[in-house]
């Protein structure tokens, strides 16, 4: 067992595109399944919570004349969409692979609960939960927030393109500064928007850490879950207290 029992993984939709800007990469797709295997198979229990950005982003949609709520419903759709093809990639691999959708699709994927994916964890199946938290206004990252925090998970962790929480975007300033380590306030207060504050609010308050680390540094997940080693920015309560 590695140094994580349980985890709730944060990937957005963009990370599925790969070299594009739109759609799903086969090639992405396979390598995120693949990194996922490699917890699976040391034990870890793997809850994921998708973005949808690659196919739909509300707020870009109310910029183009669509009603919020619709957008926010649209966004959530193209989350379940990212959900199924990762489904299938794990299945692939011989992985036992479940989507929980907070917005009901019989045909396709159960409802979400919170004694459903507990129970499916336990039975060593990946959990991918989809749909947000279904209702508008929150973001794929509040959602994860919430979810980690319902299924107990040890620690949520946040994929992205870069290193880790830099102190401004470091694909648009070779001075910003790798943060190593961070407080939930160090982190809201110097408004680092690794994630919304409603996320990191109600990580905050139910002191889950929050690590941020460059999901498409091939091994890293492992080298975070199993073998407990510092990559990425570790964001806690420890230094507020």
């Known amino acids: 067992m590695g140094k994580y ?27 995120y399944a693949a990194e996922i295997k490699s917890l699976t198979d040391k034990g870890t229990q793997v809850a994921i919570v998708m973005g949808g950005g690659n196919i739909f982003r509300g707020l870009q949609g109310t910029k183009k004349g669509f009603d919020r709520v619709r957008g926010d419903q649209m ?11 990762l ?39 990946v959990v991918i939960i989809a749909g947000g938290t279904g209702n508008p206004f929150f973001t794929t990252d509040s959602a994860a927030a919430l979810r980690a925090l319902e299924i107990k998970a040890d620690v949520l962790l946040k994929g992205t393109r870069v290193d880790g929480v830099y102190s401004a975007d470091p694909e648009k300033d070779p001075d910003a500064v790798l943060y190593s ?40 997940l492992y080298d975070i879950v199993v073998e407990g080693k510092k990559r990425g920015t570790l964001i806690t309560q420890a230094k507020d207290a």
């Not at 957005?12 to 390598?31: P, V």
């Not at 966004?75 to 093809?85: D, E």
């Not at 990639?89 to 396709?108: C, N, Q």
Request: aromatic share 2%.
């Open 181 to 220: 380590e961070l407080s939930f306030a160090e982190a809201i207060g110097k408004d680092l928007k690794v994630m919304d504050i409603t996320a990191f609010t109600l990580c905050k308050e139910n002191t889950l850490p929050i690590i941020v680390f460059n999901v498409n540094e091939k091994g890293i």
């Open 5 to 31: 029992q349980r985890i709730l993984l944060k990937l957005s939709g963009e990370s599925l595109a790969g070299g594009n800007r739109h759609g799903i990469d086969a090639d992405s797709l396979d390598s």
């Open 75 to 85: 966004g959530m759709l193209a989350t379940i969409i990212n959900s199924m093809a």
């Open 87 to 125: 489904q299938s990639a794990l299945e692939g691999l011989g992985i036992k692979a479940d989507v929980l959708s907070a917005i009901p699709i019989e045909t396709m994927c159960e409802k979400m609960s919170r004694k459903r994916a507990i129970e499916l964890l336990e039975e060593s199946h």
